[in-house]
């Protein structure tokens, strides 16, 4: 009996995803619900003066700051996307977003990150510069890195990024 508890229990470990999807959708909530209140959780933890100009340099930095360098990387990217993000309010918030931006694009390694990344910087082209041709090509560049990923934090991924789709699609055919 305890030779099979211990194979289901095995079999059940086994089976767990890597990133857990209740803290994905959890995120993706708040972010949506409560921005600001976000925005503050987060920041408190981010330094403001933060540079580096390689992933080496960022989890150097992470380890200073007692974080793992993936959840930086992921609070930089949600930093992008509140600081794009009309109800936080904040001053030059489009400014902090570019900054951000350069510095992610030093570190982004995987698929996901770099189709995150694609994402925000068609946000910030269509937020900041109203290019929304950009912002199409880049987020369908964005779905394509993740066509056969289908892990939580992806498919919540390409849910935003065919929401931001969407609504440049319905923005581009009200100023025709």
């Given at each position: ?25 959890a995120?993706e ?11 503050e959780r ?32 992921d ?5 992008v996307?509140l600081?794009l ?47 929304y ?17 289908n892990?939580p ?6 849910f ?11 923005m ?5």
């Amino acid at each position: 009996m305890r030779f099979w508890t211990a194979a289901l229990l095995l079999f059940m470990v086994s089976w767990i995803p890597p990133v857990s999807a209740e803290d994905a959708d959890a995120t993706e909530i708040a972010l949506r619900e409560t921005p600001q209140a976000l925005y503050e959780r987060i920041i408190t933890h981010y330094p403001e003066d933060l540079q580096f100009s390689s992933r080496a340099q960022l989890q150097q930095q992470a380890k200073a700051l007692r974080l793992d360098p993936q959840q930086l990387i992921d609070n930089m990217m949600l930093l992008v996307r509140l600081n794009l993000d009309i109800q936080v309010k904040k001053t030059h918030k489009q400014t902090t977003a570019r900054q951000l931006l350069d510095q992610l694009q030093l570190v982004v390694q995987s698929d996901y990150e770099k189709a995150t990344l694609l994402n925000l910087e068609g946000r910030y082209q269509g937020r900041v510069k109203q290019d929304y041709n950009a912002t199409i090509a880049l987020d369908n560049q964005a779905l394509s890195l993740l066509q056969d990923n289908n892990d939580p934090r992806a498919l919540i991924l390409k849910f935003v990024i065919y929401e931001d789709l969407g609504t440049v699609n319905l923005m581009t055919k009200k100023s025709q």
